[in-house]
C-alpha cells in the first residue's frame, strides 16, 4: 500500500464527500471520485478497499476526533464542551447534503451501515460511556436507567435533524439547550 500524505488524503476526503453530497452516495462511483479528486481508481482501492470504507474514513477525519474528551469536573461541562468542540460543517452545505445521503443509502447498503455504525455512531457512543462513567465514578449521577445506546440517539438527534427541520445547521446555543432539556434529565440531572 502506498503511502499518502496528510494533505493528499484530506484532498481525496474531501472530493469523496463532496461528490456523495452533490449526488448520493448511491450515485457515485469510485471512477467519479477518481476523476474529482485527480487520482487513480486504482490507487483508491489500493488505499481503501471499497467506497465504503473510503467514505467513512473521509467523515471520521471530518468530524476531526480529539484524543481527549473534555473533562471538566461535571457532567453538564463535559457534553457542553464537546458540543463547542464539535467539528462545523463548511458553508456550503456539504454537512446537511451528506447526512441526508448517507440516511438513505445506510438502508440499501449493509457495508455502508455497518461501517457508520461502527466506526461513527460506535465512536460517539463510545465518548459518551466514558464522560457518563466518570460522572457515575464521581458519584454525580446514578448509574442512568436509559442505555448508552437511548441517550446517544436522544444525543444525535439534533445534529441529524435538525437542518432538515428548520433550515440551518445547529447553533451551539441550541444545541446546548436541548442537552440541558432533553439529555441530561435522562441521565437523572435536572
Known sequence: MSRLTAARRAEL??????????LGYDRVTMDQI?????S???????????????VVEAIAAMAGKDDELPDTGTLPGDLHEMIRR?????????????????LQAVKTDPD???????????GV????????GRAVDRGEIPQPAASIEQIGTALMA???????????EP??????AYLDAVVLPALGIS
Open 34 to 38: 477518481a476523476e474529482r479528486t485527480h
Open 125 to 132: 457512543l463510545r465518548d459518551l460511556a466514558l464522560v457518563v
Open 158 to 168: 439534533p445534529f441529524v435533524l435538525h437542518h432538515t427541520l428548520c433550515g440551518a
Open 86 to 102: 464539535r467539528p462545523r460543517p463548511d458553508e456550503t452545505g456539504i454537512a446537511a447534503d451528506l447526512i441526508a445521503s448517507l
Open 13 to 22: 476526503h474531501r472530493g469523496a464527500l463532496a461528490l456523495v453530497a452533490e
Open 40 to 54: 487513480s481508481k486504482a490507487t483508491l482501492y489500493r488505499q481503501w478497499g471499497s467506497k465504503a470504507s473510503l
Open 112 to 122: 455502508l451501515a455497518d461501517a457508520v455504525r461502527s466506526d461513527i455512531t460506535g
Open 171 to 176: 447553533e451551539d446555543a441550541e444545541l446546548i
